[in-house]
């Protein structure tokens, strides 16, 4: 039996290693708290935490619940019914997130961290009416000592900001700035979410020189606070043009027999893969599966764990059949996808690996939505991501990596050739149904022009642009960025071999080339000699 002494001294050694980010450590200590005593609340909540860190929803669903179990007085079982909440949110059960919220709720109404996220489950609903509400009290409760009170404020600020049942007024305003004159200058992660939500709420009021002020306030605080090793990121990628050439390509693809053709839309964030992913899954015996992380982290792993030496990407050379397929199944297991269902990954960062998707999975359907550059640029400068996306921060390293982007297209599409299918947001936006006929004779699915509204009946949507795919079909987002015209200067300059001399988009995307169309203009042709690093 272990003494009171030596449970409390491996408590504060499983928290430590938590602290610390080594995790595995964290999770062997959790461990042998619940060994030593199986009713143990400490135990049984760090390992839930440890599994929610790992976006092992359902683990830490079963840990958080074993907590709640064993909780005895004085035991912090609020912040275990958020994480229940959360959770649940995480793997879209939307009834039991909300009744664990509302729990939290029911005990203190004013709980911002459980107004938030219910607020949040009720916006994926497109409960909109309810979500506005939820998020209204948190801006009108006062501040408590409760963690991220001000952030939870700040977002909730956001999410009205964005509402469609609201149109933000001067009051609207007023509040916002005021709360950010209050904000601590310490609290970052509030005044990142602040400057964010009030460029979104003086954008829709047509106020868009301040819009660009405040996000570009937003965009500086969290550049200031993030850690972006461009020079380090770019180069492994141009490491992928070295290995991944024709001949190791076509070599792998032949080894692997797996029958499985998942499908993967990617392309840049905020490009239109929600939709698409929305009008596949209307389709009959087609699985949404969201943002997978799963190929990331296959590769992940490669780079933490060599064989024979090697890492990711230079492991590839020694795949074989039975790698290969090891891989393929831990990918399928990971993501939940049966024998026999057509599955879509819509994570748009999967452009990155391509060339390994489709090793592992030679049917996999490629599907790469991308829009006009200039709008591109600004879509993702004006969006605040929360975690990743590094890149997004600075309009100039916006440029350079959709550049880069481009180069790493350009390389698949000359492996692939019509093995991938190119959806270009305006034209779709201006054709759905013809261009819906070519992605779904593609995908060899069938087509039903109904599915275009399939966005507007779905159950849920997570996505960063949620109020945007509930209205579906909208050409008012095209060519955004001309309302912030005279702050575009170097995406028009690096940019306007897409564009005619009014700076109308004229599309056009072959593999090998990037061309302006229906202009004496020369090929442009994406190398190396255009980056400056």
């Not at 440890?50 to 976006?55: A, H, M, T």
């Not at 059949?321 to 939940?336: D, F, P, S, T, V």
């Not at 916006?398 to 299918?421: C, P, S, T, V």
């Amino acid at each position: 039996m272990a003494t009171q002494l030596q449970i409390e001294k491996l408590t504060n050694k499983a928290v430590k290693y938590c602290n610390q980010r080594k995790l595995a450590q964290g999770r062997q200590a959790a461990k042998k708290l619940i060994s030593m005593d199986s009713s143990n609340f400490n135990g049984h909540q760090i390992l839930g935490l440890i599994n929610l860190e790992e976006k092992r929803f359902r683990l830490a669903i079963e840990n958080f619940l074993d907590a709640i179990k064993f909780a005895q007085e004085g035991n912090n079982v609020v912040k275990v019914k958020l994480n229940l909440g959360t959770c649940y949110e995480s793997v879209e059960d939307w009834e039991l997130a909300i009744k664990w919220y509302q729990a939290v709720l029911e005990e203190d109404m004013t709980n911002a961290t459980a107004l938030m996220g219910k607020g949040k489950v009720l916006n994926s609903l497109g409960n909109f009416k309810e979500a506005l509400i939820n998020f209204k009290q948190v801006i009108f409760y006062p501040d408590k000592s409760e963690t991220n009170h001000s952030v939870a404020r700040a977002v909730a600020h956001s999410n009205v900001m964005q509402s469609p049942l609201v149109v933000p007024d001067e009051t609207d305003i007023n509040l916002l700035k005021r709360d950010i004159e209050q904000c601590s200058s310490d609290n970052v992660e509030a005044l990142i979410n602040y400057n964010f939500a009030l460029g979104a709420g003086l954008e829709r009021l047509k106020f868009f020189d301040e819009a660009f002020a405040a996000y570009s306030n937003g965009n500086r605080i969290k550049r200031n606070n993030v850690r972006y090793p461009e020079a380090k990121l770019l180069k492994a990628g141009e490491s992928l043009f070295d290995i991944f050439d024709k001949e190791i390509f076509l070599k792998l693809k032949k080894l692997s027999r797996q029958q499985t053709a998942p499908i993967f839309v990617l392309g840049l964030p905020r490009s239109g893969t929600t939709l698409i992913e929305s009008i596949l899954g209307a389709a009959p015996g087609v699985a949404e599966k969201g943002e997978l992380p799963w190929i990331p982290s296959l590769i992940t792993e490669m780079e933490q764990k060599p064989l024979k030496g090697k890492s990711y990407p230079d492991v590839i050379y020694e795949f074989d059949q039975k790698l290969i397929e090891k891989k393929a199944n831990q990918y399928l297991q990971r993501a939940g996808i049966e024998p026999g269902t057509i599955a879509v990954d819509k994570l748009p960062g999967n452009f990155w690996h391509i060339g390994f998707i489709k090793i592992l999975f030679p049917k996999a359907k490629i599907i790469h939505c991308f829009k006009n550059p200039i709008d591109a640029c600004f879509s993702l400068f004006k969006q605040h991501f929360g975690d990743g996306h590094a890149f997004c921060y600075e309009m100039s390293e916006i440029i350079r990596y959709q550049k880069f982007y481009y180069k790493m297209m350009d390389h698949w599409l000359k492996l692939l050739g019509d093995d991938l299918f190119q959806l270009p947001y305006e034209a779709f936006i201006d054709n759905p149904d013809k261009i819906g006929q070519s992605l779904f004779k593609f995908c060899d699915l069938e087509w039903d022009k109904d599915y275009l509204n399939s966005f507007t009946k779905r159950k849920s949507v997570r996505t960063a642009s949620v109020v945007q795919v509930r209205e579906g079909l909208f050409k008012t987002a095209l060519m955004r960025w001309k309302h912030y015209d005279s702050y575009m200067d170097e995406a028009k300059e690096e940019f306007k071999e897409f564009y005619d001399d009014e700076y109308n988009y004229l599309p056009e995307w072959k593999p090998g080339l990037l061309r302006r169309r229906e202009t004496k203009t020369p090929i442009i042709r994406i190398d190396s000699n255009s980056f400056p690093f």
